[in-house]
Nanobody, 115 residues
């Protein structure tokens, strides 16, 4: 079993920044992909960014140039640095990790961007 603890969400004004963290613990041998998703009210959950164990990254077009994903393999932690935040970034942000072909999800952290 793998547990994920997300932190860093909150309320910020448009143009501001937040840094999300997600620490994994439990029966971890090695974590493959680590991802951030988000779900806004009334919308489907969408992929924001993913980072492989080797550090390759991918971003949704809506966040390219503003968000940066990174990871610390020694700490089993993934980060999402969010800059130039917009009201449309308001959502619950979830981290997901892939361990031995099984996906594990965090409980989510709320990010609210005021205009």
């Amino acid at each position: 079993q793998v547990w994920l603890a997300e932190s860093g969400g909150g309320l910020v004004q448009a143009g501001g920044s937040l840094r999300l963290s997600c620490a994994a613990s439990g029966s971890i041998f090695s974590i493959n992909d680590m991802s951030w998703y988000r779900q806004a009210p009334g919308k489907q959950r969408e992929l924001v960014s993913v980072i492989t164990r080797d550090g390759n990254t991918n971003y949704a077009d809506s966040v390219k140039g503003r968000f940066t994903i990174s990871r610390d393999n020694a700490k089993n932690t993934v980060y999402l640095q969010m800059n130039s935040l917009k009201p449309e970034d308001t959502a619950v942000y979830y981290c997901k990790v892939l361990v031995r072909a099984v996906n594990y999800w965090g409980r989510g952290t709320q990010v609210t961007v005021s205009s």
